[in-house]
């Protein structure tokens, strides 16, 4: 398709091993203060003859400010697959001060690390060193060496992290030798493409350091002509250069040289460990050969301006009086420039933001010096043309930094992060109002809604008539009208718990999961599909669409519901639906062509902190992937450390293994045709990558960790066009990282997985599984935000407004409750009853509150036009599924089976299922839901719009759907009532409004069933009514 | 009896007929979404009212269209020279390692503006005065689909509202009949059409695009069997008295009104869009004119006249997505059937809106979510040569809607990669088609998730010289 090669060319197909490297450093003793007399051979060729080198003199561990030594354009990329880090030399170094930078293998093709030169290079002849280390580690096997090991190219382009270089590209280091006197060996060697290798006679071995240099060269002249010979050297002696360890020549290649970099195989493991230093550059074999790349560094920067800090700094006389006057105006308190904090000490170690401002002991790698020091007036601070730093106070800081950043935390305290906000603070334990009113309180939500409405002046609504509250009812806690009989079943019964009854009956119904199982997969952004571009389906995801509606059927304790939900899969003992339950991560999108694995991987992650966040914590988390929350207590860091908790996972197609699970295989019986066309086209075309193997294995679409999933676990592979990857090794050796200002890229320190810090200090063990910790923790009664705001959602879907309007925000900046008693004492039962959903229900639907009916009273509406204190039913909407739904228990037609595998468009008519059966691809969603507003699963949705538009009543009364629907309840209309038209009127108002009609009602009904409309046949009339019935708002709302 | 529906919707609170069709709910929790801007209160005097966005999905590509360039065809057949090379941005695939391959398609200068367009484009061309050719258009995005939902949401990511989504939501539809904001597709071959391109995103629902079928219609208005004018008005007339009671048993609410109000506007959209899509009416010389009468342009020659239609109607955004642009390989014959079913329709648009007058308030805009590069993609050969996708660098031009005509904007180096002048990013595009209806880019705000979110989240500024 492209010209996209292999960097490393067919691999021929020797048994993956493992192996450990170490590269490091030489000679030079290095001391940031004394870079005293040199070697002979670097006098003025340091200046002259070398054209770039690093001496990777960088801050442990973390990549910032990775622009380092002279010669470069720009800083050092890093690969987002496994970023490459500074570490220290090993234990054998002679100086311990001296860096290496540390790059492990990651099963896959990488370019860990790469750099652009400032100028391209095109001349005639090139001398290219670096050290190279390999360190014996007892776990593998050192005598076996992977054949795609490590090497150094150049190349006009920077190859991606991938290592995507065409196959002319210049590189050296070692590879196994596939011919020649060292088959079978890992050897030095260069080669300019696969047809053009050499390789040398030396061996790689263990815990040795070798210092590799290539020299590049042009057989013709010319800027344009290619870099056709490379010769090699390992550790030469100055008399050498005549005679190289191996050469190639003749090859076809690249004639300009633009970046470098290091590229490890596809056989490489992550514990293989590999060092290097000492990178150079140069026009002449002297000016790399026997000299080091710290010993440059020395030479090229002196101190500024040569002014030296010799004496002891002292933080409080010397420092703080600097960076108050200089600095805090602008980098200090709570809201700071650019996010830069230089008042708390832990913020210039980077502790929020992962971005290092200085490292004690390391001024040569701090930001804080680069730009305090900066040349230009647009790069340096204090900005905008203020008066630069003295070079005296400049060096001061700098001894500062390298005395150890010694601070004095009487003068500046270490932060605190706390905060005052209401749903912060521990849920009170809340006193039951007392009022006057007491008859009319049914249950103690009652009391607090009527201690406010005796507070703001409000009469409350009388109660609404059994006709309404049957019917509110049905529609409220199941998503379903009553049908006429149910109705009349209710309205007849006398005894004083006939509603109390009815509410019983409901929550028991199996459609109970039905309904309030569909706001949380609202909020589960659950869909049936990969998402983005090519939106291939998951055909199992409606296993998790049928855990949440059991999970709601049979009251699942919400605790338990999130423990499963957030470590399904590594809880004990296993069990098949815990591992579905993890469908609520695994509801993650994942892009088909997103080209970079480490932001296809960033992104999943991402999307399942931003949900964790808002659906369970009430919290929006999204901006704190970039930068500190502006309004929250919620750190940057915090942010990294809840995504701490996922990083060992992955998506995926999981096994399942109980006996009895069903199993059904035969695809197309469930997703709609087109989508099942593409699918299988895809399938097709990955089977014959060897990416995909379809599988007659029950499973389930869901989320795994490498490290603490349940071992019985077998992960298949996923359809996609670019299927995220399954690497049980890199897994389980990843990384939690904080990703400086959100840039994939720009990887900062490591965290650990932790809580928010407002919310409370994380235990410095979580135990060996930390999801499982996180899920106790959000369970713990002293959690001030997941009870207030499950509490809060089931207020809001009774009600349509909860008592916190914004209920995924109980931020500083969300709403602030309209009753935080009432909430509070909630959340309070919530907990004491066991975290039951179902208990919450009854404290609400048993209330006077909530039988009141929709009754307008002008005083109150003055009052509180908005309704927001409940001194009357609140108008609702219907769901989109309920519309849907609603039609069908009208008509008759409903077939109210329960779970299973969905319901593809094209079979629906045969399938009258409830809606929340109909396939649900994000690209494709039924047109009902399309048309009603509901969500289409790209983010949590915490609660739906109502959108009102011409086109939905056109879909009312036009489409084949509806058409059909009043036809079929004309028909059964007709069943009963016959032909006699004021019966046909009474039983289809039964049937639509739960209800009959009044006698006008019955007068203008005549119209469109009577002599009036003349051009229809009588069937078509009653038809017409019908379909009219279906349409009208008081059909669609809940009374 | 019953009431006089008219009469019934007067009294209502909304008034409709001074309020646009799609901005028509309000309540009190919907209050912030509510369009925050009406003609009367633009941000500044718009040149344009409607805008017709013809996208061309797959990309084509630059130096075969609007862009060429000699020096290619010179160096057909050779490595690309590293001097461009190197000013390449390192974007996968963008194909600087394999031959250069010289435009199969030649130049001609039209008009007084001289302005040059490839053989493709014979009947555009005569309209070349008319069109301003943008050739530095560039992102980072090589990919269809993000690239798509870059060139119409600004992002790559799919979940912002579409351009024609805020527009929408600010000004609403001048019709009263007709969605504000209408989609058609044609030749969907190729990458797959990407819903967030007319999606309303974060936006409510109802400001996003209707997809519309340009041989049905919009969606739902054919009514279902059993029904006639006389007996639908009836079913209407019951439904609107039977509301209005339910509305008075429960006193004032204004979502309750909205939806009485809408089933009178979708009636009349029923009515009248059957209007706007019988193309009957239209005189056998305008049939003609855009094609209607040959089988290569006869589907997006419908859509270009459907657009006309909808614009004399008032309907804000149009958007006509055309597949097939996407040439691997054999550039040639793919770029000839994407011009030959495109050029006279685009002609005859552009013609016909100045015809009547309305190409000064209507601005018409051309090109893919990206360009092409200049080499070909692989190692074809002959008549299978085929391009890979190019964000580096790319051309759209702009005509009417107080565009001024007859100008180019921007250049690219002497291959056609990279602009080398006034570069010019999707969002600058998109600050401009706002900037041309009258919308202040900072200033169209909606409130989501507590923050002030914007149509050009990622900068993004008005390109002033492409006005008049």
């Given amino acids: 398709m492209n010209s996209r090669r292999d960097f490393f060319g067919p691999s021929p197909s020797v048994s993956r091993i493992g192996l450990a490297l170490i590269v490091f450093g030489s000679v030079a003793a290095y001391s940031p203060t004394h870079a005293d007399d040199s070697t002979g051979s670097l006098d003025a060729l340091a200046n002259q003859s070398v054209v770039a080198f690093d001496a990777f003199d960088y801050s442990l561990g973390t990549m910032r400010g990775a622009d380092g030594g002279v010669g470069w354009k720009q800083s050092w990329r890093w690969s987002r697959v496994a970023p490459a880090v500074v570490a220290a030399q090993p234990s054998t170094s002679p100086n311990a001060l001296q860096r290496s930078l540390l790059i492990q293998g990651t099963g896959t093709r990488n370019n860990p690390l790469r750099r652009e030169l400032r100028e391209p290079l095109t001349r005639k002849e090139v001398f290219v060193r670096f050290d190279l280390h390999y360190r014996d580690v007892p776990v593998n096997n050192p005598t076996k060496i992977d054949p795609e090991f490590f090497v150094l190219w150049l190349d006009r382009l920077d190859g991606g992290d991938r290592a995507t270089h065409a196959s002319n590209v210049p590189n050296i280091g070692v590879h196994l030798a596939d011919r020649g006197p060292k088959k079978g060996k890992n050897v030095f060697m260069v080669r300019i493409g696969p047809a053009h290798t050499a390789w040398s006679k030396i061996e790689l071995q263990a815990n040795r350091t070798y210092q590799v240099v290539g020299r590049l060269s042009k057989s013709g002249d010319g800027a344009r002509a290619d870099y056709d010979r490379f010769d090699l050297w390992v550790d030469p002696m100055p008399v050498d250069i005549g005679s190289p360890a191996a050469t190639v020549s003749g090859a076809q290649s690249i004639g300009i040289i633009q970046w470098i970099g290091f590229a490890t195989g596809l056989k490489t493991e992550p514990t293989d460990r590999i060092h290097v230093t000492n990178l150079i550059l140069g026009k002449t074999w002297q000016s790399v050969v026997h000299t080091s790349a710290t010993l440059i560094a020395a030479k090229d920067s002196p101190d500024h301006d040569g002014v030296v800090w010799d004496k002891p700094v002292d933080f409080k006389r010397d420092v703080y009086p600097l960076l108050k006057s200089r600095c805090f105006e602008c980098h200090s308190g709570e809201k700071p420039e650019s996010g830069y904090r230089l008042d708390v000490h832990r913020e210039l170690l980077g502790y929020s933001s992962g971005e290092v401002l200085a490292e004690p002991g390391r001024s040569r790698a701090s930001r804080l010096v680069e730009v305090i020091s900066a040349k230009s007036d647009e790069h340096r601070m204090p900005p905008d043309g203020a008066e630069p730093l003295a070079g005296e106070q400049i060096a001061m800081l700098r001894a500062w930094i390298d005395q150890g950043l010694k601070w004095d935390d009487k003068l500046l305290p270490p932060l605190k992060v706390e905060s005052d906000h209401w749903a912060f603070r521990p849920i009170p334990r809340a006193e039951v109002p007392v009022i006057n009113n007491v008859e009319w309180a049914r249950t103690p939500v009652d009391t607090f809604i009527a201690k406010a409405h005796a507070k703001a002046g409000l009469q409350h609504a009388e109660q609404a008539t059994p006709n309404t509250l049957v019917r509110r009812l049905y529609l409220d806690l199941i998503g379903l009208p009553p049908t006429p009989k149910e109705v009349d079943a209710f309205v007849k019964d006398d005894s004083l718990e006939a509603y109390e009854h009815l509410v019983e009956r409901l929550l028991d119904s199996p459609h109970y999961g039905e309904r309030w199982g569909r706001y949380w997969l609202d909020l589960a952004r659950w869909a049936e599909s990969q998402g983005y571009q090519h939106d291939f389906v998951r055909p199992y995801a409606w296993r998790y669409r049928d855990y949440v509606i059991n999970s709601f059927n049979k009251d699942k304790p919400y605790d338990r519901f999130l423990k499963e939900q957030l470590a399904g899969d590594e809880l004990q003992p296993y069990s098949d639906d815990n591992l579905v339950a993890t469908g609520f991560l695994g509801a993650a999108r994942i892009s088909g062509n997103q080209e970079d694995d480490g932001i296809q991987r960033n992104d999943v992650l991402v999307d399942i902190v931003n949900a964790t966040g808002s659906v369970m914590l009430g919290l929006t988390l999204e901006c704190a992937q970039c930068h500190n929350h502006k309004f929250d207590p919620v750190s940057q860091r915090d942010y990294y450390r809840l995504q701490a908790f996922f990083v060992k996972g992955q998506l995926g197609n999981l096994s399942l293994r109980e006996s009895g699970v069903s199993n059904p295989t035969d695809l197309e019986r469930w997703i709609p045709k087109p989508a099942h066309d593409y699918y299988a086209k895809e399938v097709k075309s990955l089977a014959k990558k060897r990416l995909f193997a379809p599988t007659e294995k029950p499973h389930t679409w869901g989320y795994l960790s490498a490290e603490t999933g349940d071992p019985g676990i077998e992960r298949y592979p996923v359809v996609n066009r670019r299927p995220i990857p399954w690497r049980p090794m890199v897994l389980k050796d990843a990384e939690a990282r904080m990703l400086v200002r959100g840039d994939v890229s720009n990887p900062g320190p490591q965290v650990r997985a932790g809580w928010p810090e407002v919310l409370g200090a994380t235990p410095s063990s979580l135990g060996e599984r930390s999801r499982s910790a996180l899920a106790d923790w959000m369970a713990n009664p002293y959690n001030p935000l997941v009870s207030r705001v499950w509490v809060n959602r089931l207020w809001q879907y009774h009600f349509g407004r909860g008592i916190v309007e914004t209920a995924s925000d109980f931020g500083v900046e969300g709403a602030e409750p309209t009753h935080p008693e009432l909430l509070d004492w909630l959340a309070t039962q919530l907990i004491d009853n066991g975290w039951s959903t179902k208990h919450i229900h009854r404290q609400i639907v048993l209330s006077s509150t909530y039988r009141q009916a929709r009754k307008h009273n002008e005083a109150n509406a003055v009052i509180d036009p908005n309704n927001k204190l409940y001194w009357r039913w609140p108008r609702r909407r219907l769901a989109a599924e309920s519309i849907r739904d609603s039609v069908l228990v009208a008509t008759g037609e409903l077939d109210r089976s329960l779970g299973g595998v969905s319901i593809p468009p094209e079979t629906e008519e045969r399938n009258l299922r409830r809606t929340i059966y109909l396939f649900q691809q994000r690209s494709a969603m039924p047109s009902v839901m399309e048309m009603f507003d509901a969500p289409t699963g790209i983010a949590s949705c915490s609660r739906r719009s109502v959108s009102t538009v011409a086109l939905q009543p056109l879909f009312m009364l036009n489409s084949k759907f509806m058409a059909r629907r009043a036809t079929a309840l004309a028909k059964s209309v007709m069943e009963v009532a016959g032909n006699e038209m004021d019966r046909q009127i009474t039983v289809a108002f039964q049937r639509t409004l739960s209800r009959e009609p009044e006698l006008d009602e019955l007068a203008i009904a005549r119209t469109i069933l009577g002599s009036e409309n003349e051009d229809s046949p009588s069937s078509s009339r009653l038809m017409q009514l019908c379909h009219a019935l279906l349409n009208l708002n008081e059909f669609v709302y809940i009374p | ?468």
């Fill in chain 2, 1 to 468: 009896m019953l009431i006089n529906r008219r009469a019934m919707l007067q009294e209502s609170a909304l008034g409709f007929g001074s309020l646009a069709l799609t901005s028509m709910l309000c309540d009190e929790a919907h209050a912030k979404e509510r369009a925050s801007l009406d003609r009367s209160q633009l941000h500044h005097r718009p040149t344009a009212k409607s805008i017709i966005f013809l996208f061309m999905s797959g990309g084509p590509g630059q130096t075969d269209t609007f862009d060429p360039k000699p020096a290619l065809s010179k160096l057909d057949g050779q490595r690309v020279p590293d001097s461009i090379a190197a000013t390449v941005p390192s974007i996968p695939r963008s194909g600087v390692d394999s031959k250069l391959f010289g435009s199969p398609f030649s130049f001609d200068s039209y008009g007084a503006s001289g302005i040059p367009v490839s053989s493709l484009f014979p009947h555009t061309a005569k309209m070349v005065d008319d069109l301003c050719v943008v050739r530095s258009l560039n992102h980072r995005v090589p990919v269809h689909g993000p690239g798509e939902c870059i060139a119409l949401t600004g992002t790559g990511v799919g979940d912002r509202p579409s351009m024609g989504a805020w527009m929408n939501y600010g000004l609403g539809s001048e019709s009263e009949d007709l969605p504000g904001f209408m989609v058609f597709l044609s030749n969907v071959t190729g990458p797959p059409p990407q819903l967030p391109g007319w999606g309303a995103g974060f936006l409510p629902a109802r400001y996003q695009g209707t997809l519309v079928d340009g041989n049905k219609g919009v969606p739902y208005t054919e009514m279902p069997g059993g029904y006639t004018e006389s007996n639908r008005r009836r079913q209407l007339d019951f439904i609107n008295e039977m509301n209005r009671r339910h509305l008075q048993r429960l006193g004032p609410d204004s979502e309750l009104e909205a939806r009485i109000s809408s089933y009178e506007l979708g009636y009349r959209m029923q009515a009248s869009a059957p209007e706007v899509f019988d193309l009957s009416k239209e005189s056998a010389q305008i049939h003609e004119l855009y094609g209607l009468d040959q089988k290569e342009t006869s589907e997006f020659g419908t859509h270009c006249l459907l657009a006309r239609r909808l614009v004399e109607r008032g309907v804000r955004c149009i958007q006509l997505r055309n597949g097939g642009w996407d040439a691997h390989s054999s550039l040639k014959s793919n770029h000839l059937n994407g011009g030959k079913s495109t050029d006279q329709p685009i002609a005859a648009l552009l013609g016909d809106l100045k015809q009547r007058g309305l190409l000064e308030t209507t601005l018409v805009v051309w090109g893919g979510e990206f360009g092409r590069t200049p080499t070909i993609e692989g190692t074809r050969t002959g008549a299978s040569r085929g391009r890979d996708h190019s964000p580096a660098g790319y051309t759209m031009w702009l005509a009417g809607g107080g565009v001024k005509g007859g100008r180019i904007i921007g250049a690219t180096d002497e291959l056609g990669y990279v602009p080398m002048e006034r570069p010019l990013t999707p969002a600058d595009m998109h600050a401009t088609l706002l900037h041309a209806l009258g919308i202040d880019q900072h200033r169209l705000s909606f409130n989501h998730n507590n923050r002030e979110e914007i149509a050009t989240v990622f900068g993004g500024e008005v390109i002033q010289d492409v006005f008049g």
